[in-house]
């Protein structure tokens, strides 16, 4: 049970807007993304874009604009639903903050997130339609 | 002249503490991390821990904790001196904003700093002792 990153995700206040520009910056969404969601694959790492208000609901954070959410997630894939709480667990035995219990997303799969010491939320996620490599590299 | 994420800068009060709990994770700091920052390399992108007050200087933020500053930044490595500011103009011609000229860092290379539309800052650094494959991972 590797911890690493597969997803960075920012919030952002308009997707298509933001998908747009990063489309300049050279990058090609992936086919799985939708409206709500654009997805660029680097080579098995994920940039993605979600709505900053979604997302921030998603990691049971406020966003106050004070700060306290900073705009943005990492997530680390695991491979097996039995791998989530564990990982949960292990972030707060090493003093991290428990921000979600494991939950299953509209998307499907299960999910929770914590915080390291200094806020920064990371999802902890299995996605059965994700396949992660040991290297912790995502193909979906 | 690719674009890509290459670093991902966690912004941290105590980066001995921020490392502790990282390696708590699973982690290994690379050889190259110093008290100031530690490097985890992730099979070629690397998640870095920095003074967070140090962070927002460098990425020409105001860190008012009022979340204009989101606590972390990213970074697109680039292949030479000459791709810097090509980058920073094809973000600021894309909607982006220009954070920071390219200028010398106290480590050394060129960097200069652009945000996206959502103000998510993106360091485009060439560094010249990190080498940047076609795919955008490091080795350094």
Chains 1, 2 share one sequence.
Do not use: K
């Not at 995700?9 to 050279?26: E, I, K, P, Q, R």
């Not at 894939?77 to 990982?87: A, C, L, R, Y």
């Not at 667990?89 to 494991?102: E, I, K």
């Not at 996620?125 to 590299?137: E, I, K, M």
């Amino acid at each position: 049970m590797n911890f690493g990153v597969s997803f960075m995700t920012l919030g952002v206040s308009d997707v298509a807007a933001a998908t747009a520009f990063y489309v300049a910056m050279g990058l090609n969404p992936h086919p799985r993304s939708n409206p709500d969601i654009t997805f660029f694959d680097l080579h098995g790492r994920i940039l993605a874009l979600f709505d900053r208000t979604s997302l921030a609901e998603d990691a049971a954070q406020e966003d106050h604009h004070d700060g306290s959410f900073g705009g943005s997630t990492m997530a680390c894939n695991v491979s097996s639903p039995e791998d989530v709480q564990p990982m949960l667990d292990r972030a707060v035995a090493a003093g991290g903050t428990l921000l979600r219990t494991p939950s299953e997303p509209p998307w499907g799969g299960l999910r929770g997130y914590f915080a390291d010491l200094d806020g920064h939320p990371w999802e902890v996620v299995w996605n059965p339609s994700c396949q992660v490599d040991s290297t912790g590299r995502i193909s979906f």
